[in-house]
């Protein structure tokens, strides 16, 4: 903590500032308005958002399938602890799916089924 009893954002683990910025993207509002409500300096936000997206990202593997199947995953770094009310999934093509936990379960097997995915 600072001496004005603020977090200090810019002393955080890549890791941490990796949750902070996937939060920033499913929050749906701008970088600056995210920073003020977070008490981040903007300009600091900036640059870890520019460290995260010139990282080298890992060579995605195509998966080829024919059923209405999930590929199986393995989690390379444990995510950061952070509370969320969504659930996101990511496409092997790069496509997310976010998925808010209050969605009405018709809703959630129409969703489903558009996808040609049948209900569990």
């Given at each position: 903590m600072e001496k004005s009893g603020k977090p200090t954002f810019a002393k955080l683990d890549p890791v941490l500032w990796d949750g902070l910025l996937d939060e920033?993207?499913?929050?749906?509002?701008?970088?600056?308005?995210?920073?003020?409500?977070?008490?981040?300096?903007f300009h600091t936000f900036a640059y870890w958002r520019s460290k995260k997206r010139n990282r080298k990202k890992p060579a995605r593997q195509t998966i080829q399938t024919t059923s209405n199947t999930f590929a199986k995953a393995a989690i390379t770094s444990p995510p950061p602890r952070q509370t969320s009310d969504s659930l996101?999934?990511?496409?092997?093509t790069g496509a997310q799916l976010?998925?808010?936990l209050s969605m009405p379960k018709?809703?959630?097997?129409?969703?489903?089924k558009q996808l040609g995915i049948s209900a569990c």
């Open positions: 920033w993207q499913t929050s749906g509002i701008s970088q600056q308005a995210f920073c003020k409500h977070r008490s981040i300096s996101r999934l990511l496409c092997t976010i998925i808010p018709p809703d959630l097997e129409h969703l489903l």
